[in-house]
Each structure stands twice: as structure tokens, then as C-alpha cells.
């Protein structure tokens, strides 16, 4: 009977099992499909709205979230082991403090996002812009590309779409520090960290204020350097990125020998003061900016700075203070290929020299000898005469340290077998009063007190002198300015010491302040105007002609043009091939502020061949001849795919994350 009792017990059990397995849905195979068995998968637990948990994204202006998130990860933990977070819990310290909590804001919006009635709603996209915007230069100041996972395209959505700003709970925090701050007015000014940068640090500057005053203000690159550094200018203008008729274009050139610091660093802070005070409303900046056409290239030589700057960051033995003054006057003076700049120009002083007495010869956009491309061009004397070629260029200031003075043309002797020989230029008269604009306008430069350092012998005591009669050289970018364009261009020494202590900054900015907007502001002397033909025209390429300057100027695409003259009565004369010669008298006042205005229109002529011949002096070859046989394009192609294999080497917060993350974050890295 017992026996028979548990088998029953047995039987009910089996049964009960058997309607429990028949009851529930039969599990799917991949072979059910195929044999026709109808089975059904159990329906995968929906998504909920749940708490926000992760420490970096805690004061977001939502509460709630949802797994998978919009990068795809199933769970928190899976979120906050990925390199996205990581980079989140370090980018703080990463930027400097800069445009955070903003990219931790934007980055938690996708990687918590939030989370309304079981739904997910996605930020928007015009938030993501903004910052994109405002900070990608700060990821390109440590060589970091902008973090997939903010592409604005792929995870933000339109306003349309319906999406919510991700920055509103800090834009609230914002506004209620701001009612919380004493109402006490307080004179708006400019500010600005007076320290030395790295070439990164100074690329991210420049970008940073392009995008601080974007109506005014763009950057632009004009090539590389040997090892592959941007060499970046930022430009000033109403309209920024445009030649405009009849506005003026002048540029500053700092740190073209690597170890001469200081003039990189005054157009850097210039840069900063220029954005900063136009914005707030000074006027004077307001009226330079909108009347004239500002280039600022900070750095011709990234390479040799960078040599200089860890010379220096090296040098900290106090006891031999001799050497360090040595170093300091020659490391990092040249490239990377130890080639001084400064030296490294087509030498047209002394072709024009050499034809002087030529009955057709003028002193002006002398060809580039073919010779010249047969020697070694550094990659940056390469770009800055492409880069002088190809803007309309009147006025220009290029930076050096070891002396207090201004230098002007000719650099060159006129006498090979005198170092020291007083050789002007037909604008003799015209660069000295340059020259005096930026030194008087100095604070100590023009004073006869002023602190000479006599690394060349006496140089006199008003803050100018004649290149050639200071001390002579050929290949210079002065000389190479005046007689290959229309642009007249000085030499700023602007002290002995080459490399100043980073408290001297300040008073190097103070000193030299002034005179860097003075000199911008008095390429408006002189004369502007346009030359047109009979239907209005006009006509690019004529040449404007001053009786007793032996130096003309050529009119640029649209026929405008500009010509520095002191003060006087001058014989002006218009030409170009195909045309008759128009002649005007005018009288400059000495103390007209302003570029007086003189307008020609040319009739059609028959050429003359005697009249031809001004234009092109015989074996002269022609001024449009650059780098005919590609010398430089073969080599600078070599030289930099050499340059690159030897950089390999990752940003210096690359082993951080490849150690952090399992799989290495390559996506952090930039492509060039």
C-alpha cells in the first residue's frame, strides 16, 4: 500500500510538471522556424526611467536616466568603466580649467541622458555646436581630437526633433553666482596672463581669440616649419579673411631667430588686447581694426624656440652664469636645420646694387634669381615669401632681441669691403620716418638715456639706425620686402636680453604697448587710391611712380593701391603697358593723419617698344618666376616625410588612458 501511495504521488507530481512545461511558451530553436513549431520568445523586460548614479554627472538639471544610453552601453557600469567617462573624470584638469564643466556637462548628456515618462529625449544639437565652438581649440592646444561621442551630428538632435538644452542647470548656477556678486560697478578691462607659452599653448591662444571675436578676428596657416609646426597667423578686420578696396594691409613677424623671445610673446599678448578691447567698446581699437587689414604671425621659428625654451628651462646653475648668457645668444637661433632665417633670403640688395646704373632699372619687385632655389630654403623662408606674394602688404614689423633699437634698409653694404657703410634706400626719408613712429613711440627706445647694449658698436642714441651701417648682411627679410613688393618693412630690436626673465613680461608689454599701435595706425600716411581705365575698370599691376624715388609701387587685383611718402609736394605718375601715362602734383601736409586720396584713369595706347623695355629689364627674368624647377617641393616632400617617421611619439597624456582603458582610446588621437 505504501509502495502504491508514492507512486501515485509520483504520477500527480509528473502530471503536474507536465502541464506547467505544456502551459509555458515553448522555448525557440533555430530549427523551429524551419520545421513550421510555433514557439514565442519571452518579451525582453522594458526600459524604466532610473536614478542617476554616476559621481561626474550628478548635478545635471534631470534626475533620471536610462540604460542603454545613447552610446549604446546596457548598464551604468559598463558606462562608467569606458574611456568616454574616463575622459570626463580627468577633463578638468586636462584643459586647465578651461570650457568646463561645459564639455563634462554636454558628455554626461549622452552618456546619461535624459530620461521623461520612460523615455529618452536627446540634447540638443545647437547647445553642442555652441560648445564646439567656443572650445575645440582647447583639445587642439594638447594635441587631442574633439571626443567622438560629442559629434554634434551623430548624437544631438534639432530643436525640431525636440531636445533639451544640456548646459540650462549651469546657465541657472550662472546666473544666480552672478545676482549673488556685489553690485558695485566695476571699469571693464582687459586681462591678460603675462608668462611664457608653449607653441601649442600659443596656436590654442591665437584660436581662442579668433573664436572670442569672430566678426573681427580668423586664423589662418601660412605652412610649417622643418619638424612639422603650424605656422599660424591670426588676422584683424571688419571683415576678416577679405581684401577690401582701398583698406591697407600691414603685418607683424615675431621670434624669426628662436632664441629672441620677447616680440612673440608682445604680439601674442597684442593679439589678447586687440579682441579684448574691441569688444569692449575702445574706440581707437574699434577704428584701427575697422580701417585696416592686421596680420600677426608670433612665431616664424617654432622649432628653434622650442630649443631655446628647454635651454633655458635646463639652465638653472647660477654659477655659470657666463655660459647661459652664451647658449642664450645661440641656441635655437636657427631652424630645426640650423639655418638662420635672417640669412636665408633671395639676396636682390645686391642685384640691385649691381644694376643700379642701368638706364631702365628701378629698385622695385626685383624677380628671385633662378640660382637662388639651388641652395637650401628653410620650409619657413619658403612660406613667408609665398605668403608676402600673395597679400598686398604696405607696412610690416618683424621682431628681434640683443639691442634697443630700430633698423631699416638696406641691410646690405653697398661697399662688399665695408661692414659698417651707411647704404639707404631710395625711401631714405620715408623709412627713417617709420622708424621714429615705433621708437618714439616706445617708452625708453628714442631717449638718449636709454640703455644701449653695444653688441655691434655704437648705434647712437635715437633709437634708429641704417641696417647696413649698424652692420652688414646679405639674405635679409627687410631688404627682401622692399625690393620683391610693394611692403616697406623695419627691423625692432626690442632689448639686450633675448630671452627675458617671465617677471619682465609685464614691463616689456608696457613699454612696447604703445608703440605697436602707433605703428599700425600710421600705415594710413601717405597716399591711397585707385587706378581705373576709361570704363571704370581697373587695372591691376600699374605702377605708380614718385619723381625722385626711384622706387615705384604696383596697383593691386582691383587697381587699388597705397604709397608711404613724408610730408611734401610730390610729382606722381600712373602707368601701365597698353596705356598713356597720367601725372599728378600733390601737396601732403605735415600733420594729416590720413591717406590723402588720388584716383587715376588710363587711356588705351599703342605700346611703344621703348616703353616696354621699363617694364622688363633684359636677363632679368620675370617677377611671376617661383621656384620654377620645384626645387623646393622635391625637397620639403623628403625632408618632411623624414620629419615624420621620427615623430611617432604620443601626446604626453596618451599613456594615461592606454593604461586606464583595455583597449587604447585611439580615437582620442588627432590626424593631421
Partial sequence: MEFMRRKMKTIVFLNALVTVIWCASPRCNPEDEFLGRFCKEPEPEKPKCVDIMMNYCDDMSYTHTMFPNILGHRTREEA??????????????????????????????????????????????????????????????????????????????????????????????????????????????????????????????????????PEIATTYSIGRSVEGKDLLVIEFSNNPGVHELLEPEMKYIGNMHGNEVLGRQLLIYL?????????????????????????????????????????????????????????????????????????????????????????????????????????????????????????????SANFHGGELVVSYPYDLSKHPLEEKMFSPTPDEQVFKQIARTYADAHATMSGNNSERCGSFGSIGQDGIINGAKWYSFAGGMQDFNYLHTNCLEVTVELGCDKFPAEEELYTGWQDNKEALLTFMESVHRGIKGIVKDADGNGIKGARISVRGIRHDITTAENGDYWRMLTAGIHILTASAPGYTRAMKKIHLPARMQKAGRVDFVLQKAVVEPDIEEDYNIPSMGTYERFDPYNQFERYSIREQNQNREERQEKPWWWSYFSRAHGSAPTWLLRID
Fill in 80 to 213: 562608467e568603466l569606458g574611456p568616454e567617462y574616463l575622459l570626463l573624470s580627468v577633463v578638468h584638469n586636462l584643459l586647465n580649467g578651461e570650457c568646463t564643466p561645459d564639455i563634462r556637462m554636454l558628455g554626461c548628456s549622452v552618456l546619461v541622458p535624459r530620461c521623461e515618462k520612460e523615455k529618452v529625449l536627446k540634447p540638443c544639437r545647437s547647445t553642442c555646436e555652441a560648445v564646439r565652438k567656443s572650445c575645440r581649440h582647447a583639445f587642439e592646444g594638447i594635441e587631442m581630437a574633439w571626443p567622438y561621442f560629442l559629434d554634434c551630428d551623430r548624437f544631438f538632435v534639432s530643436d525640431q526633433e525636440g531636445c533639451y538644452d544640456p548646459l540650462e542647470g549651469l546657465r541657472v548656477t550662472q546666473e544666480e553666482d552672478q545676482a549673488s556678486i556685489d553690485n558695485t560697478p566695476e571699469e571693464p578691462h582687459t586681462v591678460i596672463q603675462f608668462s611664457y607659452q608653449s607653441n601649442t599653448q600659443m596656436n590654442s591662444i591665437l584660436k581662442k581669440t579668433a573664436a572670442q571675436c
Fill in 271 to 395: 593679439t589678447q588686447y586687440l579682441c579684448s578691447e574691441y569688444l569692449l567698446g575702445n574706440q581707437r581699437i574699434q577704428s584701427l581694426i575697422n580701417t585696416t587689414r592686421i596680420h600677426i604671425l608670433p612665431s616664424m621659428n617654432p622649432d628653434g624656440y622650442e630649443l631655446a625654451a628647454a635651454e633655458v628651462q635646463g639652465t638653472n646653475d647660477p654659477e655659470n652664469e657666463e655660459a647661459q648668457n652664451y647658449h642664450s645668444w645661440t641656441l635655437g637661433r636657427g631652424n630645426a636645420q640650423n639655418i638662420d632665417l635672417n640669412r636665408n633670403f633671395p639676396d636682390l640688395t645686391a642685384v640691385a646694387y649691381g644694376r643700379r646704373r642701368h638706364r631702365h632699372f628701378r629698385s622695385d619687385h626685383i624677380p628671385i634669381p633662378d640660382a637662388y632655389w639651388f641652395d637650401k630654403v628653410a620650409p619657413e623662408t619658403y612660406a613667408v615669401m609665398k605668403w608676402i606674394r600673395s597679400i598686398p602688404f604696405v607696412l
